[in-house]
């Protein structure tokens, strides 16, 4: 079993920024790849981000391409989101992901089915 604890959401102003930070704890060993979603009310869970467990490959949802850093800590099991330039819309409860060897075959890493073991979220208010 994989642990998974997301902090650092809050409130910020528009233009501001904010690092969520999501600690892997348990069966980590199996880990193939960590990723965020974010769900804002009465939406669906979207994807914004993936790392690879290495750390060598990253990829973004277009709505947050240049704004966003998914970034890893191998020596911690953990992952960040730095999140700049945060916009009204970037308002959600953002969720840390991971998949691991368990997950088998070809996944599109944007479906939250890619994904077997969730955080419980940390919400981000962004403010205009």
């Known amino acids: 079993q994989v642990q998974l604890v997301e902090s650092g959401g809050g409130l910020v102003q528009a233009g501001g920024s904010l690092r969520l930070s999501c600690a892997a704890s348990g069966r980590t060993f199996r880990t193939v790849a960590m990723g965020w979603f974010r769900q804002a009310p009465g939406k669906e869970r979207e994807f914004v981000s993936v790392?690879?467990?290495?750390?060598?490959?990253?990829y973004y949802a277009d709505s947050v391409k240049g704004r966003f850093t998914i970034s890893r800590d191998n020596a911690k099991n953990t992952v960040y989101l730095q999140m700049n330039s945060l916009k009204p819309e970037d308002a959600a409860v953002y969720y840390c992901?991971?998949?691991?060897?368990?997950?088998?075959?070809?996944?599109?890493?944007?479906?939250?089915?890619?994904?077997?073991?969730w955080g419980q979220g940390t919400r981000v208010t962004v403010s205009s």
């Open positions: 790392i690879s467990w290495s750390g060598s490959s990253t």
């Open positions: 992901a991971l998949r691991d060897q368990n997950v088998v075959g070809l996944v599109d890493p944007e479906r939250t089915g890619a994904y077997n073991y």
